[in-house]
């Protein structure tokens, strides 16, 4: 398996536009996760799902967030409209149940 | 609600020197207990991970951990360390039975020639 596949791996954009973020978890991982990475804050965890459920997003930052996980091999993190202070890394991550969670390689994202 | 804390935000060490990065959680049912490593500009790596068992956890690159129930911690140790070593190394917990990881601050540490 290729691991957790984020894209793109880095992203820029203005003020106000529309940010997606997309993630393809491994195969038969039923947990999936995103996270939020920055220097102030830390790793902070905003959503999670199983099995394409979302069973915690008391992370999301506000409304401007929103995450889908339309089937088991695909999920979006979608931001609109972006602000800088939306400028962070981006980690997607999935597990089995008792497993350790698998990271991606992040995005990269930067609001200008 | 379960925390994790990591209270050496930077630990710098010399080459060939041992190393212990302190981890201290908090939560009111049995956890997981994990240490993730990472590298400049990549994801997360798991270490080592603590499910059940024997509290003394070994992992990958000469890196151990020990679970210690009473104490609610899980230092991870190396006796030797390299100058590949330098990275960031987050602790993380989960609450058996559940799919939420938290994870503490990291540790960030510089291993000097």
């Known amino acids: 398996d290729a691991g957790v596949i984020q894209s793109p791996r880095h992203e820029v954009t203005e003020m106000g536009q529309e940010v997606t973020l997309r993630c393809k978890p491994i195969s038969g991982h039923n947990s999936l996760f995103w996270y939020r990475q920055t220097m102030m804050r830390g790793l902070e965890l905003l959503i999670y799902f199983n099995n394409n459920v979302p069973i915690d997003d008391s992370g999301m930052p506000e409304d401007r967030f929103s995450a889908k996980m339309p089937n088991a091999s695909f999920s979006t993190l979608k931001i609109q409209p972006s602000e800088p202070r939306d400028s962070a890394v981006y980690f997607c991550?999935?597990?089995?149940?008792?497993?350790?969670?698998?990271f991606g390689q992040g995005t990269r994202l930067t609001v200008v | 609600a379960q925390s994790v804390t990591q209270l050496d935000s930077q630990v710098p060490v010399f080459e060939e020197a041992p190393v212990e990065l302190r981890c201290n959680y908090s939560s009111s049912v049995s956890v997981y207990l994990f240490w993730y490593v990472q590298y400049p500009n990549q994801g997360l790596q798991l270490l080592l991970k603590?499910?059940?068992?024997?509290?003394l956890v070994k992992g990958i690159n000469g890196f151990e951990a020990e679970f210690n129930k009473s104490q609610t911690s899980f230092h991870l140790r190396k006796p030797s360390v390299h100058i590949s070593d330098t990275a960031e190394y987050f602790c993380?917990?989960?609450?058996?039975?559940?799919?939420?990881?938290?994870f503490g601050t990291g540790t960030r540490l510089k291993v000097l020639a």
């Open positions: 993380a917990v989960s609450e058996s039975g559940t799919y939420k990881y938290i």
């Open positions: 991550a999935s597990s089995l149940l008792s497993g350790e969670a698998f």
């Open positions: 603590y499910l059940s068992g024997s509290t």
